[in-house]
C-alpha cells in the first residue's frame, strides 16, 4: 500500500492493520452492503488512501489538529483509515445507520483503537449536543450529500478556527458553486479546492471563520427537503 506518495509512512504494525480492515470489510460485506469494490489493490486505492488524501493534501492541518469527526463515516471511510494512519488524533464516527454503526464499533475494538467515539445518530441530532458541537479541528465527510446539505451536516462540527474537508469529485463544481449560501451561513468560508486523484477526484476544504447560528443544523431530513442553495458571486463562479 503506497501511502508514501501521499507523504505518510505507515509502520508494519498499520500496515497490519490496513489488512485486518480490509479482511473484516470483504468478510461483512458478504451480508451487508459496505462497499462495491473488494480487490486489494481497489480497496487501498478506492477508500484506504482516498481516505488518506485528506493528509496528503493538508498535512500541516492533519498533524496539528487534535481530534477529528466523520459525519456519515459508513464503512468508516475517511476515518477509520486517518486514525490508523494517525493514532495520536481523537476521532468521533457518527452515521444514522444502525448495522453501519454496528460495523464501525466492531471495527474500532478490532483495529484497537483507542480514543475514537462511534455515535449512532444522525448528524442534525448531533450537532445540537453541547458535548460535541464546535469540538473539532478537522470534520471530514465523504459521499453523503450534496455540498449545500453538506455544508449544514458538518460546519456545526467544526471549531472556529478548524477545517471541514469534503471528498468530492470535479463533476460537482455546480454543487459547489451553489453551496456558498449554505457555507456562509454555517460560519465557513471555501479555501481550496484541491485536486487530490487523477480520477476526477477533488478535496473541498472550508474554513471555519464563525460559529454556526444555534438554529442551524434544522430538523432531521430538513437540510436535504429544502437545502440553503444560493448562486455564488461571479466571482465565485469562476473559481
Ligand atoms: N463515508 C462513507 C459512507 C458513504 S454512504 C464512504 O465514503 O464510503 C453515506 C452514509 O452516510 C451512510 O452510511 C448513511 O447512513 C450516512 N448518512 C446519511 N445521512 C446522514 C445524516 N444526516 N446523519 C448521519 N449519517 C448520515
Known amino acids: 500500500m503506497d501511502s508514501a506518495k501521499l507523504g505518510i509512512s505507515l509502520n508494519s504494525a498499520q500496515l497490519d492493520k490496513f489488512c485486518l480492515y480490509y ?9 451487508m ?11 487501498v486505492e478506492t477508500h484506504f488512501l482516498d481516505s488518506l488524501s485528506v493528509a496528503g493534501a493538508l498535512p500541516s492541518e492533519a498533524r496539528a489538529a487534535r481530534n477529528f469527526i466523520d459525519i456519515g463515516a459508513g464503512a468508516g471511510f475517511p476515518g477509520i483509515p486517518m486514525k490508523i494512519a494517525f493514532p495520536e488524533l481523537c476521532g468521533t464516527l457518527v452515521d444514522a445507520t444502525a448495522r ?34 464546535e469540538g473539532f479541528d478537522l470534520a471530514l465527510a465523504r459521499a453523503v450529500a450534496p455540498m449545500p446539505v453538506l455544508a449544514e451536516l458538518t460546519l456545526p462540527f467544526c471549531k472556529v478556527g478548524g477545517l471541514v474537508a469534503l471528498h468530492k469529485t470535479a463533476a460537482a463544481a455546480d454543487e459547489i458553486a451553489a453551496a456558498h449560501r449554505a457555507i456562509e451561513t454555517m460560519g465557513g468560508v471555501i479555501r481550496d479546492i484541491i485536486r487530490t486523484g487523477g480520477d476526477n477526484k477533488v478535496l473541498v476544504v472550508i474554513d471555519k471563520i464563525r460559529s454556526t447560528p444555534a438554529n442551524y443544523p434544522r430538523r432531521p431530513g430538513i437540510p436535504s427537503k429544502r437545502p440553503l442553495l444560493g448562486l455564488a458571486t461571479s466571482q465565485e463562479q469562476t473559481r
Open 33 to 43: 452492503n459496505l462497499t462495491t469494490v473488494t480487490g486489494w489493490d481497489d480497496v
Open 100 to 133: 453501519k454503526v454496528e460495523f464501525l464499533s466492531d471495527m474500532v475494538a478490532a483495529l484497537e483503537l483507542t480514543d475514537m467515539g462511534v455515535r449512532h445518530s444522525r448528524a442534525e441530532t448531533q450537532a445540537h449536543c453541547e458535548s460535541i458541537r
Open 23 to 31: 479482511r473484516e470489510l470483504v468478510c461483512r460485506n458478504s451480508t
